[in-house]
């Protein structure tokens, strides 16, 4: 069973801080695991996918995720946030193979400025 | 590039009434078309998964007889909302998989939000 788990539903956080919103996950196999952004009444965008090869990889607006085996984790990160990154963030994780995908709770980040 | 589209992004409609949405792939053919949905403060949960010509797969929770979805091509898509009630009201993604190579990527549309009153 694959299970994606976002600790923080809520973070907060100044303008020009950087952040890192958790994502852990859960599954048997070779996976790909993206983060996806939705901002109010809006629907899902892209900001990464990892498959394989480098761990950390680089997305859309300054975002990059690290993967790790050991901790089953797929952490978001950014240096330095914007008040246009308030949004909700979904972690999500899909067999290699498969077609569903299974998405966390998401964590919602307030930048304020 | 490849892109996914939704219509309608919103719709109202009254209880015990249905309501179509339609999603189509463009620049790609989509081996496989996914509906989820988004309830209120909630996340994405899968309704069902159809591949062309194979049968769709229905999630618990969501049947054939309340969700049907209709997949004539490698490029499009539809599923309704049958009597639809107050617990059915969210926004309804469709996400569409391009399989290159040896990789595949789902392409996810801006969704159809439903109000239902």
């Known amino acids: 069973t694959q299970t994606v788990s976002q600790s923080d539903a809520h973070v907060t956080v100044f303008e020009g801080d950087s952040v890192e919103l958790r994502c852990n996950y859960s599954?048997?196999?070779?996976?790909?695991l993206s983060w996806y952004i939705q901002h109010h009444g809006h629907g899902l965008q892209f900001l990464l996918k990892?498959?394989?090869?480098?761990?950390v990889v680089q997305g859309v607006n300054g975002f990059e995720a690290e993967f790790s085996k050991s901790d089953s984790s797929f952490h978001l990160r950014k240096a330095s946030v914007h008040w246009s990154d308030s949004a909700v963030y979904f972690c999500?994780?899909?067999?290699?193979?498969?077609?569903?995908?299974?998405f966390g709770s998401g964590t919602r980040l307030l930048v304020s400025p | 590039g490849a892109l996914v589209y939704q219509y309608p992004r919103r719709t109202i409609c009254k209880s015990g009434t249905s309501m179509r949405m339609e999603c189509q792939a463009v620049?790609?053919?989509?081996?496989?078309v996914a509906w989820y949905r988004q309830s209120p403060q909630k996340t994405f949960e899968l309704i069902a998964l159809?591949?062309?010509?194979?049968?769709?797969?229905?999630e618990q929770n969501f049947t054939q007889e309340k969700f049907p979805i209709s997949h004539p091509n490698l490029s499009f898509s539809s599923m309704t909302v049958l009597n639809a009630y107050l617990e059915d009201r969210g926004l309804y993604l469709c996400?569409?998989?391009?399989?290159?190579?040896?990789?595949?990527?789902?392409?996810f549309g801006p969704g159809t939000r439903l109000l239902v009153l």
């Open positions: 620049g790609f053919q989509a081996t496989s």
């Open positions: 996400g569409a998989r391009r399989d290159w190579g040896n990789q595949d990527t789902q392409y």
């Open positions: 990892y498959y394989s090869g480098n761990p």
């Open positions: 599954y048997g196999g070779s996976i790909y």
């Open positions: 999500a994780v899909r067999g290699t193979g498969g077609y569903k995908v299974v």
């Open positions: 159809s591949t062309v010509n194979s049968a769709i797969k229905y």
